[in-house]
């Protein structure tokens, strides 16, 4: 490979590393905490927030309009963003585009105040949904460092026994919470939180600690019970019942009308929910089907999220087993011309007419989002909850560190980094310039990948971080030693760095393997703590390799046949 190209190569992976770190330091540095809080609040709370900041936004901007010289002014800059909304309806109404976009031009694009309200309320939900899709792209703190949320999960035994029509024994409540604990740990590591805290308490309920600013959404994901999702035929005369029912003022309760005789036995009523802007499921209407589903959600196998080629609307495609496909077949093709319904948690999210029988075992349809449709691949992945949990308390936790215990070991973490950058060009000279460089690089690339996966940083995740810096620094020691070596027996420039590389190869790839062996096998059978220590020094020698036979001998090549430079300074003896 030529240096041009070695160049390039890292050249790529630096932009690729400001990419992945990117949403990290925006977060932590450019976002204010109110933002923080909207973005880690639920929708609804985005919701009530964005309609509030529109309509105080909207006063402010009906009382400039009042003022002829406010009027003949450009719009103030924090409502700047109205100008685009405005340019594009000038457009779609085939009028002359203004050339001064003054605040009345910009209303003029408007028809009326309450379409401005609208494109207001637009971009301030837009603002914060784009925020919180950010936060989940973003190198996350711990527990003991910044704290993050804590439930407790209380399992319901009644139903259980309801279902199994049999009283439990104490083995076996207890084998039904560790299978819980079991399903609830496989979901919560599949969904990207790194190193949560899940155990039983005394009173046989769960406490899950998660890292990170609390999201009170994200426990809705864990505790989604594979099996609630199913494929049901519509009763089209009991829908039309239900909402003749209900038009006139009837009310449903726990699936049925409160009067008797309204809907046959072996039916039930269900709400048909659709998302609106914000993602938050709206009662549609209400439709009626079996009390049993045609299709049990368990033999659904993976539900991969999609986008329709023409309407471009997100769709979600089921695979089924073998079972599942021959099922699906027999009641589409018996169910011709009817309607069928997808239900999950006992909401309607989709329905559609059936026009013809479907083979394959591949269902699409729409009504999921990409992010519901990824939770529900989770789900069907890591299995069914043996037992319904409900949550007793959500609560945000306090780090476990003072706020003087992790700033006095930053402190610490900061200086180490700086005596080592320090002795490197000390001793060194040149070529530890070099190696401070390329260890600079190490820890850019290692924190770029890392928050690229959502990781979750703690104090001993951290602490592999320096072993990796220790590392990164002994392999450009055993480099540097025998590049001095060659020199000392008369070697010019080029070649004492090209023998010094081949013959320090070896030595750097058998210790930085033998650690990487260690850090795979603690991240594989370690757990919370520790392994958080393995990812991160098992992903830190990979960089380190990197940087320090292939930046650090890129560095050198250029110096020797770029610069066109004869000696090399790496000793204070050698010249």
């Known amino acids: 490979m030529t240096k041009m190209m070695r160049l390039l190569l890292v050249l790529v992976f630096v932009g690729l590393g400001a990419v992945f770190l990117y949403p990290t330091v925006s977060w932590y540095f450019f976002t204010d905490q109110e933002m923080k809080t909207l973005a880690n609040g639920t929708r609804e709370e985005i919701r009530l927030w964005s309609e509030q900041k529109a309509f105080d936004a909207?006063?402010?901007?009906?009382?400039?309009?009042?003022?002829?010289?406010?009027v003949s002014r450009p719009i103030p800059e924090e409502y700047d963003f109205l100008r685009g909304v405005?340019?594009?309806?000038?457009r779609l109404a085939d009028e002359d585009i203004p050339k001064d976009w003054t605040l009345g031009e910009v209303l003029n694009g408007f028809r009326n105040f309450d379409q401005v309200r609208l494109a207001l309320e637009d971009t301030y939900r837009q603002r914060v949904l784009d925020l919180k899709e950010m936060k989940g792209k973003i190198l996350a703190l711990g527990l003991d460092l910044s704290g993050g949320l804590s439930v407790v999960l209380e399992p319901d035994f009644a139903a259980l026994e309801e279902a199994s029509?049999?009283?439990?024994?104490?083995?076996?409540k207890t084998a039904a919470l560790e299978s819980a604990l079991e399903v609830i740990n496989n979901r919560i590591d599949t969904f990207g939180v790194t190193e949560p805290q899940i155990r039983k308490q005394l009173d046989d309920s769960i406490l899950i600690e998660i890292p990170g600013e609390a999201d009170p959404e994200r426990v809705n994901s864990f505790l989604m019970?594979?099996?609630?999702?199913?494929?049901?035929?519509?009763?089209?005369?009991?829908?039309?019942?239900?909402?003749?029912?209900?038009?006139?003022g009837g009310r449903i309760e726990d699936g049925r009308p409160v009067e008797e005789g309204i809907l046959a036995e072996g039916l039930q009523v269900l709400g048909y929910f659709t998302k609106d802007s914000y993602g938050i499921d709206q009662f549609n209407s209400w439709i009626v089907v079996s009390n049993t589903p045609g299709l049990d959600g368990q033999h659904i196998r993976e539900a991969r999220p999609e986008t329709d080629q023409n309407t471009l609307q997100p769709i979600v495609t089921f695979r089924l087993d073998a079972e599942g496909a021959t099922i699906?077949?027999?009641?589409?093709?018996e169910n011709v011309q009817k309607y069928m319904a997808v239900v999950l948690d006992d909401k309607v999210k989709a329905y559609a007419l059936i026009t013809e029988a479907i083979p394959g075992g591949s269902v699409r349809v729409t009504g999921f989002d990409y992010s519901e449709a990824n939770d529900l691949a989770v789900v069907l992945r890591t299995g069914s909850l043996p037992i319904e949990l409900g949550i007793r308390t959500l609560q945000s936790v306090g780090a476990s560190l003072g706020a003087d215990t992790i700033q006095a070991g930053l402190n610490a973490i900061l200086i180490g980094f700086g005596l080592v950058f320090v002795f490197m060009a000390l001793w060194y000279k040149g070529a530890g310039l070099i190696a401070d460089l390329a260890l600079a690089i190490n820890l850019f690339l290692l924190t770029a990948l890392l928050?690229?996966?959502?990781?979750?940083?703690?104090m001993t995740s951290i602490a592999g971080l320096i072993l990796t810096v220790g590392m990164s620094v002994d392999a450009n020691v055993i480099i540097f030693e025998r590049i001095k070596e060659e020199l000392r027996m008369g070697k010019s420039r080029g070649a004492a760095v090209d023998t010094g590389f081949k013959k320090a190869f070896w030595t750097v790839m058998d210790a930085q393997i033998t650690t990487l062996i260690a850090a795979l096998f603690l991240s594989q059978l370690g757990k919370g703590p520790v392994q958080g220590f393995a990812v991160t020094l098992a992903w830190g020698i990979g960089c380190s390799l990197f940087t320090?036979?292939?930046?650090?001998?890129?560095?050198?090549?250029?110096?020797?046949?770029?610069?066109?430079?004869q000696k090399l300074s790496i000793a204070w003896g050698i010249k």
């Open 548 to 565: 320090a036979l292939f930046v650090s001998r890129l560095l050198f090549d250029i110096g020797t046949e770029g610069m066109k430079r």
């Open 451 to 458: 928050s690229s996966f959502n990781f979750t940083l703690t």
């Open 58 to 70: 909207l006063a402010e901007i009906e009382e400039l309009s009042k003022d002829a010289d406010a």
């Open 86 to 90: 405005a340019k594009e309806n000038y």
């Open 225 to 248: 019970g594979r099996g609630s999702l199913g494929f049901y035929i519509v009763d089209d005369e009991g829908t039309e019942a239900i909402r003749a029912y209900t038009a006139s």
């Open 328 to 333: 699906f077949q027999r009641l589409t093709s």
């Open 165 to 172: 029509t049999e009283v439990l024994s104490a083995e076996d």
